[in-house]
Every structure is written in structure tokens, then in C-alpha cells.
């Protein structure tokens, strides 16, 4: 049975930022964009990404803010390049790398019918910045982290599109703006103006809303959510809790037509002689954090199996479905020794827990293994960032993006070129690498410190 993720923007209407805040929020990593951030400083080196927790009114999400060069501009062929590039970059299947396409296509040729203007002779103003290019990329790369591509079905309720009017670089528009308008209408869309009264659904928004969404319901009642991913806008809508909701699961009747197994009769329970389990769970929490002080923490989990019947190719094609396809983190593969003296390997991946799903089904279908183990483990990890250095070499300007590292005192750890811009350089200019990471390092060194 397939999985149903439910898109719910009945309340403030959906937004690029928000898609990614929701899916980060679903995840459960603070820098699970970062990738992403990092692919784009080469064409805008200020590009700067935060997620930070936020709870109101008992409801915990994230939300993001975008730090970018306003005065970056491109037009729609740039942006489909911009796009197609840093989705090899980023190794993205098939199916992400079409999301983020058709996302665009929606508001390209959207913006095409409402400045009656063809898409090459377009003049793009807030659509045209790589804030774009974060959303749709992003939003697909986040996807596929989260195991939501694979036999998954998405569905939406009907949604806000707010009232009143905007300022925008066009000048001022009435709410839905024409481009959002002509991207519901073209796909009937059902929609509502809701209770904020400024913009609550943008062209972004809209485009990757449409491109998921297959099927639509008028509110998210009755759907049981296994997972739940909540995005907070940056705006303050008044009464109107600007939220966005992405959820997994299934529907309540059709949880209850579905066969369950026979139950046994309760036993009475003794009088628990431990504290609640949530006040443990709180309590733990509280004593983590002292523990992990300014250290980024977060949670994985580690899946384990032994095999002792395959062969090496088919053990390499494992490693690289599940890097290249950005599924694990890390995968180990450890010879041993099993039953009966035989030589084995015990495989150990390390992911993140939405992974897990489609982590083990890869793993039983690519080595034919009866079943897996897996335990769920806290994680701390250096605060990391990724900056652009310019190396001129001969009068020619080159950016290179440098992985960052610091300590909980904010010291430098570790400085890292990215490996396939200093190839590029070194390619071009005939220098070789040894020699090129030195200088990098101490550029990188100049601007962190």
C-alpha cells in the first residue's frame, strides 16, 4: 500500500519557503538544506540559509530565513540551466529533478499568459531571483531525502489564497496575484480566499503545489498522520496562524478497511511505579541539552545486516544507490566471519530516521536478506557552513565553494575545498591540485577568521 503525504494549506496558504521549512521540520535536520545553500553560492555568493524551531499555540515547526543579493536577476533560460546544473550536481533521481523542471515550467508559462509575453522575452522580477531555484530544487532534493518519491501518492487540501493587494516589483497587484491566478485556474485548483488579508499563496508556492498534488479534499479531517512536518511563514497574519503542514499517512476509513490481525484479550495493567513516560522523555531532553551545550545535535538512525552469499558487484551497486541517491549518510561494509567460519560482511548505513523505510527495502531487494536491524542513536556534530572564495589566477576570476567547521568556541576546525571545484580550476588553468588547495585554505582562513 502506497504511502499518502497531505499537503495542508487551508489555513495560510503554501509558499517555496514554506514547502522547504515543512519537509525540514518532517526530517528533523536543522542543515538538511545545506547541500542545496551550498550548490548555489557559485551564482550568488550571498545566498545565506537558516532554519530555526518555532512553536505557537502548542504546534512545533520551523521556519526559514532566506539571506540573498536582491539585485541578482535571470532570465527564464538561465534559471532552467541553473536548475538542470545543480540537480546533477546534487545526483538527483529522475523523479526530483522532473518536480523542480515542471515546477518551473508552471510559472513560466503562467507568467507567459498573464503578460501575454512569450516565456524567452520574459522579464522576471521576484521569480527571477535564485531564491527560485532554492524553492524547486530544494523542495525536490528534500523529497527524496525523506523517502516521500517512492510509491507515494500526494494529495492537498483546498487552499488560501488570501484578499486585499500587494506591492510587488510589477507595482500593485490584487491578491491572487495574475500568475498565481492563472497556475489555479489552468489546473483547477480548488481554492478558498481565506482569512488573511494580504498574499498567502505565491507563484512558487503554487507551481510545486500543483506539480505534487494529484488529488484534492477540502481539509485535512480524518487524516492520521504518522509523520508531520509544520512550516511557519514569516509574516504575521493577525488571527490567522501562519502555518503550512505536510503529513504521512493514510485516511481514517480507509486504516479501518484495511485487515488487522486477531488481538489478544488486554491483561489488567500493575500501577506504573515510574514517572510518566513524557516527563521522563522531557526530563532527558533537558539533560541532553546541558549536555550537548553549543554542539548541533540531532538523531539518526543505524541499520544493519549480514550477508555471507554476494558477490563484490553487487556490493558496490549498493554503496552507490545509497549515496548517490542521497538515502544514507555513510555506509559501512565490515568483513567478518559468521556461521559455520564463513566469511561475511555485516553492512551498516547510517541515515536519517525517514529514511529508514526505504533504506530496508533497498537493502532486502539489492542483497536478497531476510531482514534488518536498526536502533535510533543521538548525533553531535561541528557547526558547519560553506562559503565562496575568488582565486584570480592570470586576471580570471574563479569561485570555489569551502566547506567550514567550528568548534563549540566557535574556532575553526577543519576547511575543506569542494573536490570538484578545485578539479574545475585545475582543469582550466593547468594548476595542479596540490598546489590549488593551499591557496584556497588560506583565503577561506582569511574571511572565517
Not at 576570476?397 to 567550528?406: G, N
Request: charged content about 30%.
Amino acid at each position: 500500500m502506497s504511502d499518502k503525504v497531505l499537503i495542508d494549506v487551508k489555513t495560510a496558504g503554501a509558499s517555496g519557503d514554506m514547502f522547504l521549512s515543512a519537509l525540514v521540520s518532517l526530517i528533523g535536520e536543522d542543515d538538511a538544506l545545506l547541500p542545496v545553500a551550498a550548490s548555489l553560492l557559485i551564482y550568488d555568493p550571498a545566498i545565506r540559509v537558516r532554519f530555526s524551531p518555532m512553536t505557537e499555540e502548542e504546534v512545533a515547526g520551523m521556519n526559514l530565513q532566506i539571506t540573498s543579493d536582491s539585485d541578482i536577476r535571470f532570465d527564464p533560460k538561465t534559471l532552467k540551466e541553473i536548475i538542470t546544473t545543480v540537480s546533477e550536481e546534487l545526483e538527483l533521481s529522475d523523479e526530483a529533478k522532473s518536480i523542480a523542471e515542471k515546477a518551473l515550467d508552471e510559472m513560466l508559462q503562467a507568467e507567459s499568459r498573464a503578460h501575454e509575453t512569450p516565456i524567452s522575452k520574459l522579464h522576471l522580477h521576484e521569480t527571477g531571483s535564485v531564491d527560485t531555484v532554492l524553492d524547486l530544487v530544494g523542495t525536490a532534493y528534500l523529497l527524496e531525502k525523506a523517502g516521500l518519491l517512492v510509491d507515494t501518492e500526494f494529495i492537498a487540501t483546498h487552499v488560501a489564497v488570501g484578499s486585499g493587494k500587494i506591492e510587488t516589483e510589477h507595482g500593485t497587484l490584487e491578491v491572487p496575484v495574475p500568475a498565481v491566478a492563472e497556475i489555479l485556474v489552468s489546473n483547477d485548483v480548488p481554492f478558498i480566499m481565506g482569512a488573511a488579508k494580504t498574499e498567502v499563496l505565491t507563484p512558487t508556492g503554487a507551481a510545486l503545489l500543483v506539480t505534487l498534488a494529484s488529488e484534492y479534499v477540502e481539509s485535512a479531517e480524518g487524516f492520521v498522520a504518522r509523520q508531520q512536518g509544520v512550516a511557519f511563514g514569516s509574516r504575521d497574519l493577525g488571527d490567522v496562524q501562519n502555518t503550512m503542514r505536510i503529513l504521512v499517512g493514510d485516511f481514517a476509513e480507509e486504516l479501518e478497511e484495511a485487515p488487522t490481525p486477531a488481538k489478544k484479550a488486554p491483561k489488567k495493567k500493575a500501577p506504573p511505579k515510574k514517572k510518566p513516560a513524557k516527563k521522563v522523555e522531557k526530563k532527558e531532553k533537558e539533560e541532553r541539552a546541558e549536555m550537548i551545550d553549543a554542539w548541533v545535535a540531532d538523531d539518526v538512525v543505524v541499520i544493519e545486516t549480514n550477508v555471507d552469499d554476494i558477490d563484490g558487484e553487487s556490493m558496490g551497486a549498493l554503496f552507490d544507490t545509497l549515496l548517490l541517491e542521497g538515502l544514507a549518510y555513510d555506509v559501512v561494509m565490515i568483513p567478518a566471519y559468521g556461521k559455520k567460519n564463513r566469511p561475511c560482511y555485516v553492512i551498516k548505513v547510517i541515515a536519517a530516521k525517514t529514511g529508514l523505510k526505504s533504506i530496508a527495502a533497498i537493502l532486502i531487494r539489492h542483497l536478497g536478506t531476510l531482514g534488518i536491524r536498526y536502533t535510533t542513536w543521538d548525533r553531535l556534530k561541528a557547526a558547519r557552513e560553506t562559503i565562496v572564495c575568488k582565486l584570480e589566477i592570470e586576471g580570471k576570476d574563479f569561485m570555489v565553494r569551502v566547506k567550514v567547521s567550528r568548534g563549540i568556541d566557535g574556532s575553526v576546525i577543519n576547511i575543506k575545498p569542494e573536490a570538484d571545484d578545485v578539479l574545475r580550476v585545475s582543469q582550466e588553468t593547468g594548476i595542479p591540485v596540490r598546489d590549488l588547495k593551499p591557496r584556497i585554505a588560506m583565503q577561506a582562513y582569511a574571511i572565517t577568521e
